[in-house]
């Protein structure tokens, strides 16, 4: 996998709007925020990794841009037309594709079956309208091999596919049906490098295609590899907002390793004297 990003200039979407902007977006579970005026601009044909430790609101964040949180304050804009999702449907009508931690795939169809589940093609005219078996298996293979997979039988049971195949078969499933956003919030199932390579590669080929590709993570490391741009959150609020110009990976550990340092001494600190906390 090629960890080197596509020029500036070969930006798909050099449009006016980001596909995606965070403005000032507020999230609160009771008193606490999760996101703390939230700003951000999401751009096509990049990867943004979203890093933080936990409890930093990553995945309050994810979830406001799949449409499954309301937020209290703010605004998401996508290109550049405020919007107020309802549903996580709603969100994916608007092209915005989310790859879930804990991906579930329906593990005794096959893998051509989930990559058309609800959306089977048809062919003819009711009533002799029928599943298009033979075209949905050869798109599902198609689709497959544009985000690096060959090789794989679509008629084998989604259960046999391995962590990071599921990923890359939801990448090309969003690929194949027009996302123009992708989220990601990252595996939590540990994959090895060969996985994780492989679903690199798709993350990579979702950025060819010029989608706002989103990636959250906690490893700084493999962001630096695929990431353009970095979010760093902390306590729901924006830390950091860098390019892979601004910093290496060094530098994005070592920030990532601050936080969860500053955030160990600022517990201790405030169990000690809780005045600190209200400050
Ligand atoms: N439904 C909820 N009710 C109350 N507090 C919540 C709720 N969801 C999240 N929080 C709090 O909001 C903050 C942000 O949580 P969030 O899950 O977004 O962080 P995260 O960075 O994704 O963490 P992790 O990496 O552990 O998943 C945390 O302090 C969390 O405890």
Excluded at 37 to 66: D, F
Excluded at 100 to 109: E, I, R, Y
Excluded at 116 to 134: K, M, Q, S, Y
Aim: charged share 20%; hydrophobic share 45%.
């Amino acid at each position: 996998m090629s960890g080197v990003p596509a020029s500036e200039d070969a930006t798909p979407t050099a449009a006016a709007h980001p596909v995606l902007e965070l403005r000032g977006i507020t999230v609160r579970h009771g008193n606490v925020p999760a996101l703390n005026r939230v700003s951000a601009a999401l751009p096509g044909g990049r990867i943004t990794c979203v890093l933080g430790e936990n409890g930093s609101g990553k995945s309050t964040l994810v979830s406001v841009l799949s449409g499954l949180q309301r937020y209290d304050e703010g605004e998401l804009r996508v290109d550049g037309v405020p919007v107020r999702f309802r549903s996580a449907r709603q969100a994916r009508d608007l092209g915005i594709a989310t790859v879930w931690q804990d991906l579930a795939v329906a593990p005794l169809l096959s893998v051509w079956r989930n990559f058309f589940l609800g959306v089977e093609p048809t062919r003819g005219v009711w009533p002799l309208r029928r599943l298009d078996i033979a075209g949905a298996r050869q798109t599902t293979v198609r689709a497959l091999a544009r985000v690096g997979i060959s090789g794989l039988d679509p008629d084998q049971p989604a259960s046999s596919l391995q962590a990071g195949e599921r990923q890359s078969l939801a990448v090309a499933r969003a690929l194949h049906f027009g996302a123009r956003a992708l989220v990601i919030d990252e595996p939590v199932t540990p994959m090895t490098v060969a996985r994780q390579t492989l679903f690199g590669q798709a993350v990579l080929a979702a950025r060819a295609q010029g989608l706002a590709v989103v990636v959250v993570t906690n490893n700084p490391r493999y962001a630096h590899l695929i990431g353009d741009r970095f979010l760093l959150l902390a306590h729901g609020q924006v830390a950091g907002s860098l390019t892979r110009d601004d910093v290496d990976a060094d530098d994005l550990t070592a920030l990532m390793a601050g936080g969860e340092q500053l955030t160990t001494l600022t517990d201790a600190l405030t169990e000690l004297h809780p005045e600190l906390g209200d400050r």
